[in-house]
């Protein structure tokens, strides 16, 4: 195996240690993926000794993960690449590699002969894309690795074995166990996977997803319709699916767009593919049917406010709840802005300061919704000419965006409220997002227009 172009492997095979590399490295190495994870096992030094050491030869940072069982992380000066560190456990490598989760992710590698030590086949179950458990009792001592196993199924596209169906069986109810703040980071990841929908298909037919995401037990209510071919859960997944499948064929600046990891831990793909799974959340409760229409009014709004409440309850990060609950709020306004009966420039720049850094992920979901619902009175030219207006729209945005410019703010809080002749109060608020929508507009562009457009709310604001 030829690693002689990873820097950070040759540095490590410069120290006088025996060292082993293991886990996800190797997995990956033989896979050829990108990895900026180095987990490493040193047998004849204290871990924490030459984590410090090596963090201080080379200019890194060294980061206690846990001092009891003495894991500790080496992050390279770059910020991207790490290492974690660790001993064997009972000073044996053996019991070390029995004790993880995935056998794919328990085979080590003498970092100086490049020799692998492999005892328990894992390196056949990468080659076939076999994810299997090393044992039932790794999986009860910590049940995230429930989660761990369907993220790699979606991230690498690999299958589940059936004894390991049959452990996960077994032991669903432990799922809630961690820390949500663990159980967070691996959901995350799993909606980042390309093959993140038959993972929520396969966790479905588990169990899993009514426990994880309550939800969705309503969601399941809501059958095929008219507009929907079908049910509202398959819809919700359906989604997911057309997010990845957009993504794969889209331009190198959308794809380099949602690539980006702007709100921790992962990209705003996978973070997309979580609010298209939630986006129709809001739907049962304000599901009417008249006639043969099934209505749900306002159901992006409600949806919102339910994504909301789950995502707090998972503490999930503000910045990840505000992102996905903007996209379920705003999801079905691309398509509503293409609708209109003539489409110019204003109409478009409305979308785009509205939309901002979000307008190409609404473009995104709002063409995966439009793929994912095809009941027998949308017809093909429907799709179709939804598609165009959508492509058009994304390529005005893409076209504008490096010549944008904040909107300037013409009159301060305080100027606002000597118009209104008011104390701070919820009217002040509202005075601004009413101005800011008429900037949005272009009903107003200079101080005195604002001035005459806050005058004009005395009459109307209840003061």
């Known amino acids: 195996m030829n690693m002689a172009n990873d820097e950070i492997i040759e540095l490590l095979k410069a120290e006088p240690n025996k060292i082993y590399l293991v886990g996800g490295i190797i997995r990956d190495i033989i896979l050829n993926r990108e990895n900026h994870d180095k987990d490493i096992i040193v047998i004849d030094e204290d871990a924490k000794s030459f984590a410090k050491r090596f ?71 990468i080659q076939n894309g076999v994810l299997k458990a090393i044992s039932e009792k790794n999986f009860v001592d910590d049940p995230l690795r429930i989660l761990r196993t369907y993220r790699f199924a979606s991230v690498l596209g690999f299958e589940i074995e059936e004894k390991t169906k049959e452990i996960i069986k077994r032991h669903i109810n432990m799922v809630l166990n961690p820390a949500v703040e663990r159980r967070n980071v691996e959901l995350i990841k799993l909606f980042g996977g390309k093959d993140a929908d038959k993972v929520l298909l396969e966790m479905d037919k588990m169990g899993l997803i009514d426990k994880i995401f309550s939800s969705m037990i309503d969601v399941k209510k809501v059958p095929p319709n008219t507009h929907h071919h079908l049910d509202l859960f398959h819809h919700s997944v359906e989604t997911v699916k057309q997010i990845q499948k957009i993504y794969e064929t889209s331009s190198k600046e959308v794809q380099a767009h949602l690539n980006k990891i702007d709100f921790g831990g992962d990209t705003r793909l996978a973070h997309l593919k979580l609010a298209g799974f939630l986006h129709d959340i809001g739907k049962f409760s304000t599901w009417t049917i008249e006639g043969e229409r099934h209505r749900f009014i306002r159901h992006d709004e409600v949806g919102s406010d339910m994504a909301k409440r789950l995502l707090k309850q998972n503490k999930f990060s503000k910045k990840q709840i505000e992102y996905i609950c903007f996209i379920i709020r705003n999801h079905i306004y691309p398509s509503s802005v293409v609708s209109a009966p003539e489409l110019n420039d204003k109409i478009y720049m409305r979308y785009v300061r509205k939309a901002d850094e979000n307008a190409i992920d609404l473009i995104t979901i709002a063409k995966a919704d439009r793929l994912s619902a095809q009941g027998e009175a949308i017809t093909k030219e429907i799709i179709e000419t939804n598609l165009a207006e959508l492509d058009k729209l994304q390529e005005f945005y893409i076209r504008i965006k490096p010549t944008l410019r904040p909107i300037p703010k013409l009159l301060e809080g305080g100027e606002i409220m000597n118009i209104l002749e008011v104390k701070p109060c919820k009217a002040v608020g509202d005075a601004v997002k009413l101005l800011h929508q008429a900037q949005l507009d272009g009903k107003v562009n200079t101080k005195e227009e604002a001035i005459t457009f806050i005058t004009k709310l005395k009459h109307t604001l209840a003061l």
């Open 55 to 125: 963090s201080e030869k080379h200019n890194a940072t060294c980061v206690t993960l846990d001092e009891v069982n003495n894991i500790y992380r080496v992050c390279m000066p770059d910020k991207i690449n790490y290492i974690d560190v660790t001993n064997p456990i009972n000073n044996s490598l053996d019991d070390d590699i029995k004790r993880r989760d995935l056998t794919i992710n328990a085979v080590t590698m003498d970092i100086k002969t490049e020799e692998f030590y492999d005892i328990v086949d894992g390196l056949k179950d």
